[in-house]
């Protein structure tokens, strides 16, 4: 590696010099939310992004297909269109079910966020995101595999990747500047260049399921927080979120501080919470239209750093999954967001070591973002990991309206900077938490 690399050259109308087709500026790795945004901003740059992706789109991705108005901020400073004629169910707030109550509350009126959510299965929404990349103009190659990182023989720096493609034989290499893992929680790529999970940060499973049902067009996510493992109150939550298309998307998760992490037999959770539910409501067998499929949720920043020797992390990869409501996508976009400005940024350095501060600021970045608020989320893990806390917070929350108001702000992240005392409240703590890197 020399010290001076060329800086990123533009073409005079803005859009990126192609490069050979191995080559780009940056390589994104996984076409997930967190990487087809990630390649959008930059293409958008003026970069020339190569964006690869395992599956073929449409494919599938175990979620809730729900979205905050966080979410719904995201996808909107995309350009996506998210009117009801295109397909999105809206939702008004979030419907809390527990300790015998039922409460109804709307998401809160802010400057920075919409008021309202959005449900759209996965099949969709992940592949209108990838298909925003490739019209900002990055380079999408599905059916791609990334079967490990090439380094720097001298300095172990990642330079590329090597691939094999599904319908071609043998591995080819793709070299890029930077390389980004948005690869999803397990992120292959991450632990082939040392980065693992941490086992001091939360870990969620989830599993969901559809039915048909006559509640798939509700207009509020609901959320159920008695999960019961016999006489224990279990650290999760269950949730039902009508698809607008005569199913609903039913599931729940629960987290690694659970005494029953790890021996809960989630199917039959599943089973034995929605045989508690009105017949009516249609969660049977006879009525379920998907297998019930599971995957884990990677939160507070459950990996890292999230640069390390020419790879950025983005999303599920990072461990960016908010510890407080097990919302991911949006924070899978911000992330590739910040990312993506960040590289925008390094590659127009003359000199690599100017370069890699900027890129080394990438963390930074993160931590200025979510560091408190993932700080507090992380002790609200622990302490709901306590049962006898855990029924507590739900008995008395549920019977104070006014409180509920605050902890839909909390759980959410849904804040304005300044704001009304309840924002100031959750932004003060989230300054004020001690954040270890
Ligand atoms: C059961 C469940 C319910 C959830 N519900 C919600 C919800 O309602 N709302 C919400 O906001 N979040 C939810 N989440 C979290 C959310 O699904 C994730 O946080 C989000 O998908 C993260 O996006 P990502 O782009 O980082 O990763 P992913 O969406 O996992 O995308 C990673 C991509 O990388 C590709 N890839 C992987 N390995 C390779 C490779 N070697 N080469 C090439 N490509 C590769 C994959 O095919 C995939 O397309 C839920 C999660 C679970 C498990």
């Not at 509700?218 to 279990?234: F, K, P, T, V």
């Not at 890292?304 to 950025?312: F, N, R």
Request: charged share 20%; glycine share 14%; with cysteine.
């Amino acid at each position: 590696m020399t010290e001076h690399s060329p800086p990123v050259t533009q073409a005079s109308d803005g859009a990126a010099q192609r490069r050979p087709a191995g080559e780009a500026d940056v390589i994104v790795v996984g076409a997930g939310p967190a990487g087809s945004t990630t390649a959008y901003y930059l293409a958008q740059a003026g970069l020339d992004v190569l964006l690869l992706e395992k599956s073929r789109f449409p494919r599938e991705k175990v979620c809730g297909d729900g979205l905050t108005p966080r979410g719904v901020r995201a996808l909107v400073a995309m350009g996506v269109s998210v009117s009801e004629q295109d397909g999105w169910v809206r939702n008004k707030g979030l419907r809390v079910i527990g300790a015998g109550k039922r409460m109804e509350l709307p998401w809160p009126e802010l400057s920075s966020y919409p008021g309202y959510g959005l449900v759209r299965p996965r099949t969709d929404l992940d592949q209108m995101l990838a298909r925003r990349a490739q019209q900002a103009g990055a380079r999408l190659l599905e059916g791609v595999t990334v079967t490990g990182p090439v380094l720097d023989d001298r300095t172990g720096r990642i330079t590329g990747v090597a691939a094999k493609a599904a319908d071609a034989d043998g591995e080819r290499t793709y070299r890029a500047r930077v390389i980004v893992a948005a690869d999803g929680n397990s992120s292959r790529l991450s632990v082939s260049m040392g980065l693992r999970k941490r086992d001091d940060r939360p870990l969620g499973v989830a599993v969901r399921t559809y039915y048909r049902s006559p509640r798939h067009d509700d207009d509020y996510l609901e959320s159920w927080l008695d999960l019961w493992d016999g006489d224990r109150l279990l650290p999760g939550y269950g949730w039902i979120f009508g698809m607008g298309d005569g199913t609903s998307n039913v599931g729940l998760g629960l987290m690694n501080t659970s005494a029953a992490f790890g021996h809960t037999d989630y199917h039959g959770l599943l089973h034995k919470w929605l045989a508690g539910m009105p017949a009516e409501w249609g969660f049977t067998e006879e009525n379920r239209t998907q297998p019930i499929r599971g995957a884990a949720l990677p939160m507070g920043f459950n990996r890292t750093p999230h640069y390390y020797q020419g790879l950025l992390l983005a999303g599920d990869a990072g461990g960016m999954v908010n510890p407080f409501n097990g919302e991911g996508i949006a924070y899978a976009m911000e992330s590739g967001e910040i990312l993506a400005r960040t590289i925008a940024q390094a590659l127009t350095r003359a000199r690599r070591t100017e370069t890699e501060r900027v890129l080394a600021g990438y963390p930074r970045a993160l931590n200025d973002a979510y560091g408190g608020y993932y700080a507090v989320g992380r002790a609200f893990v622990k302490a709901i990991g306590r049962p006898g806390l855990m029924r507590f917070a739900t008995k008395h929350g549920m019977s104070r309206p006014a409180l509920m108001g605050f902890v839909v702000k909390l759980l959410a992240n849904l804040t304005d900077p300044g704001g009304d005392a309840s924002d100031r409240l959750i932004n003060g703590l989230s300054k004020l938490a001690p954040n270890p890197k």
